[in-house]
Structures are given as structure tokens and as C-alpha cells.
């Protein structure tokens, strides 16, 4: 008897993932990543119409999406399109925002363009080039010293990534006395005994965040939950240059609502299952905190999958468990025998998100990232998304759940 219930549920376990849509999943992605969308920062109107979209998203599921909406301290931004422009023998023109400057996140306010010689010392009216960068209080120090000097600011290098592009940083430790710029490290050398004019108006604004939670119940009314989460925010758009934030997290978000979709036509599965989308992650993994905190309140104890990125495979798939002694077995038997079932090879890796929270407060939590191209870039783009790594992820998760969920 034990068999052929096992042979079922893996009929059930299979007929769920064959559901999945990837075609679907991609619509989804790409609603999300309009220009109307802004980036789907936090604070801004095309996150709070991200948020309306997916909570109808999930209704029209028969789902019931519950917003449970939290303060955020502090949000950067920039208010305008930022300029620099240097004159010197070796640099005399405008510079590109984004491709070959970028805002710091340790800035100072700058409500006004800023001028200055620029030198490696950073003496009075001067700005500071830095072509190494101090960390963390070594930082704080020389920025204390640069302003008793009477430096007017700091320009720092940052590398261009593979999309030739300055990642776009939205989060960081508190803000230094001086205003700081990032630029390219070519063009910072080449900066070096010109003068520089510089205008970045980043500001620090409080804001809300809102968290997406909808329940499937269990057939089973003792049984705890399986969580189910991804982020749906992003970086947010520059004043003159749209990021769709596709990868990263679109897809993530994109395959649980797919998920939604397959699990509330089948049948309920033994244990509840959870689905929620969470917010400000990109700041600090506000959402999976707050989230977190309020499911350990509650006494509700869940195994937790958070998937990270899932808009290009690079043949095989990265799985972060814990940190947790000893490790979750169960979740670890049920990824294993998804991976195995469907022929995705999976592997220990960093998922550097929302699991980690989950996991610190004492939840099974594997974090699941199949990759993405472009990552913080204007690039990150629903053309770059490969539906194949969408329906790798939706079927990898729908056979995992089905795992935890009929034989936990």
C-alpha cells in the first residue's frame, strides 16, 4: 500500500511540474518590467502599480493576497540626472552617468554642483581621487581628515561590469561628510590635476514597503507550512535611464506566480503552502525580516525556499541551505530527488537573499538561484531572460513542494 501511495503522489508531484508554464511565467516578467514600472524601487509609483499588479495576479487565482506593509527607515534616490564634467589636459568633456560615473552610497548630500581641482591628496578645495578604496571605518577616518584638510569631495573608482556599466548600489552604511562620486578607474587617472565640476542630488527619504501573502490550506489542518517566497522589488530606474530589473528579481517573482497558478488547479496537497512576495530586499532583505519575524510571532514554524534570479541556466543550479546545525535533511532529500527526477543538476553556492533570514530565525531554508545576466544593470532586460531557466525553476520548485508537503 506504502507503494502505491508513494507512486502517486510522484504521478502528482510530476503532473504539477508538467503544468507549468513557462510562456506564462514570461508574461508575467514582462508586465513587471515596463517602463511605468520605474524599477519597482521602493518609494516610488511603479512599485506601489508592481504591487497592485501581482496582488490581482494572485486573485485571479482565487487566491486572497493579504498587503502587509512595513516602515523603511531610510531609501536612496536620486532626484535628477546626475552630471560631471571634467576639464583638464588629459579629460576635458562631459561624462557619461552610469557608463562611466555613478552615484556612491556613502555620499554626503549634494544639493549643488561641487568644483574642484582633483589631486591624490585632497587638500583645500580639492577632490580627493581615490584609485584604492578604503573599507568600512578606514573609510569614515579619511573622509574625517579630507574635510579638516577643507577637500570638497571624494571621487572613487569603480570598475565597469560585463555590461559596461557601474553596478547600480542602492544600500550601504551611513553617509561621510564629503560628497562622493564613483568613476571609472581610466577616467579617474585621466581626471588627476584637471578641475571637476560635479552635481549627484542622491537623496535619503523614508518610505513603505509592502509585503504579498496569500495561503493555499492543506488537507491536512495539523501540518505546517511550506513557504514559498521571492522579491519583487528592484533597484529602481535612473532619471533618464530605465532598469527593467528582469533577472533580478522579476523572474523569481514571475515563477512563484506560475507556481500560484498550477498549485490552486490542483489538489490541495497535504501541508498548507504559503506564497509570498517580498519586499525591499535589494536594501537590506527588509521584507523577509519583517515577514520572518511576524511568522515567528505567530508561531508559525515553515520550511522556507526562497528563489533568487532565475532568468538564465548556466547548467546547473545554486543551492544555499541553513546556516543551520545540523542541516535540514528533509530539505535537502526533497531538492535532491526534484533534481534528480527532472535531470537538473543542483549545487552548494551562495544565494546571498531573502533565505538567509528566514534561516536566522530558525527555519528550514534553502535559497535557490539559477543565475541571471546583467545583474543591477539597464541591461538586465526581459530580451536577456531565457525561458528555459523559468521553467527549470518552476518545475524544480513545484516537485520540491510536493516532496515536503506529502511526506513531512
Not at 571637476?196 to 523614508?206: D, E, G, N, Q
Not at 532583505?285 to 505567530?298: F, I, K, M, Q, W
Request: hydrophobic share 40%.
Amino acid at each position: 500500500m506504502k507503494d502505491i501511495a508513494r507512486d502517486q503522489e510522484l504521478v502528482a508531484a510530476q503532473s504539477a511540474a508538467d503544468a507549468f508554464d513557462a510562456d506564462r511565467a514570461l508574461t508575467t516578467l514582462q508586465a513587471l518590467c515596463t517602463p511605468d514600472m520605474q524599477g519597482r524601487a521602493p518609494g516610488t509609483a511603479g512599485h506601489d502599480l508592481a504591487t497592485e499588479f501581482l496582488a490581482a495576479e494572485l486573485t485571479s487565482y482565487g487566491l486572497t493576497p493579504e498587503l502587509d506593509s512595513f516602515a523603511i527607515r531610510e531609501i536612496m534616490r536620486l532626484v535628477a540626472q546626475p552630471t560631471l564634467r571634467a576639464k583638464g589636459a588629459r579629460l576635458d568633456r562631459e561624462l557619461v552617468h552610469r557608463a562611466e560615473f555613478a552615484e556612491h552610497p556613502r555620499s554626503g548630500p549634494m544639493p549643488e554642483p561641487v568644483t574642484g581641482t582633483v589631486s591624490e591628496d585632497g587638500g583645500a578645495g580639492e577632490w580627493a581621487a581615490l584609485s584604492t578604496v578604503p573599507q568600512g571605518n578606514a573609510f569614515v577616518e579619511l573622509a574625517r581628515t579630507l574635510v579638516s584638510r577643507g577637500a570638497v569631495g571624494i571621487l572613487t573608482a569603480q570598475n565597469a561590469d560585463a555590461s559596461g556599466f557601474l553596478t547600480k548600489r542602492v544600500q550601504g552604511p551611513s553617509p561621510v561628510g564629503l560628497p562622493v562620486v564613483a568613476v571609472r578607474p581610466d577616467l579617474l587617472a585621466d581626471a588627476v590635476g584637471g578641475v571637476v565640476t560635479a552635481h549627484v542630488p542622491l537623496i535619503r527619504v523614508p518610505a513603505t514597503g509592502t509585503n504579498i501573502v496569500a495561503s493555499l490550506p492543506g488537507s491536512n489542518p495539523e501540518a505546517g507550512p511550506v513557504l514559498l517566497t521571492a522579491h519583487y522589488d528592484g533597484v529602481g530606474s535612473d532619471p533618464e535611464r530605465h532598469f527593467p530589473c528582469a533577472g533580478d528579481n522579476a523572474s523569481g517573482t514571475a515563477v512563484l506566480c506560475e507556481i500560484a497558478r498550477v498549485l490552486t488547479s490542483s489538489e490541495p496537497l497535504p501541508r498548507p503552502v504559503i506564497l509570498a512576495l517580498v519586499d525591499a530586499e535589494e536594501i537590506g532583505t527588509l521584507g523577509s525580516g519583517y515577514h520572518a519575524r511576524a511568522l515567528r510571532e505567530a508561531g508559525v514554524e515553515p520550511d522556507a525556499l526562497n528563489l533568487d534570479m532565475a532568468g538564465k541556466f548556466n547548467g546547473k543550479i545554486a543551492i544555499e541551505l541553513g546556516p543551520a546545525d545540523p542541516a535540514p535533511r528533509h530539505v535537502i532529500a526533497a531538492l535532491d530527488s526534484a533534481g534528480r527526477r527532472l535531470g537538473i543538476p543542483l549545487y552548494a553556492g551562495m544565494v546571498s537573499s531573502d533565505n538567509r533570514r528566514y534561516a536566522s530565525a530558525g527555519f528550514p531554508a534553502a535559497g535557490i538561484g539559477v543565475g541571471a545576466a546583467h545583474y543591477h544593470s539597464p541591461l538586465d532586460s526581459p530580451e536577456r531572460i531565457d525561458p528555459d531557466a523559468l521553467g527549470k525553476a518552476g518545475r524544480l520548485l513545484l516537485e520540491t513542494i510536493h516532496h515536503l508537503a506529502t511526506r513531512n
